[in-house]
């Protein structure tokens, strides 16, 4: 099991961050992994709402189904899996101690099944660099947003 997490701050205020996180979809401007992550169901976004998530990791394409377990104020929990995967990514939006703005945590528990655990170790380095790569960009999108 790999546990990767990021914390810090962007612009705008924790309502819009949260809005705009709690649709999976928009993971295709933020997650440099993700090819394509496409809405399974229809209306608002809400608790069950799944996505269809294509992925590319160490050149390898992976695709997962993603359910938003858990909605509130302040989080987002998704859960995705398949046969060789299990991902529980845990977003954290708080309002950030240093100013206005929100402060982000961001946590990503990755746990291979069968075979694949055989490449913890390994994941481990792909992973935190692209819990840094994630950080950036979503930083990036995310301060576009209080413009």
């Known amino acids: 099991m790999t546990t990767v997490s990021r914390t810090f701050d962007v612009r705008p205020?924790?309502?819009?961050?949260?809005?705009?996180?709690?649709?999976?979809?928009?993971?295709?401007?933020?997650?440099?992994?993700?090819e394509s992550c496409t809405r399974q169901d229809s209306g608002p976004v809400r608790v069950g709402s799944t996505w269809h998530n294509v992925s590319k990791i160490a050149g390898v394409t992976t695709e997962l189904t993603y359910t938003l377990q858990q909605l509130t104020d302040d989080q987002i929990v998704l859960v995705g899996h398949n046969d060789t995967a299990r991902s529980v990514d845990t977003i954290t939006v708080v309002p950030s101690p240093d100013?206005?703005?929100?402060?982000?945590?961001?946590?990503?528990v990755i746990e291979l099944k069968g075979a694949a655990r055989i490449a913890d170790p390994v994941m481990k380095i792909v992973f935190e660099k692209i819990g840094s790569d994630t950080e950036d960009d979503m930083t990036n999108v995310l301060n576009r947003l209080a413009a």
Do not use: C, H, M
Request: hydrophobic letters at 30%.
């Open 13 to 34: 205020q924790p309502a819009v961050v949260l809005d705009y996180l709690k649709d999976f979809g928009n993971a295709e401007q933020w997650d440099p992994g993700t």
């Open 99 to 108: 100013g206005p703005g929100s402060r982000i945590t961001y946590e990503a």
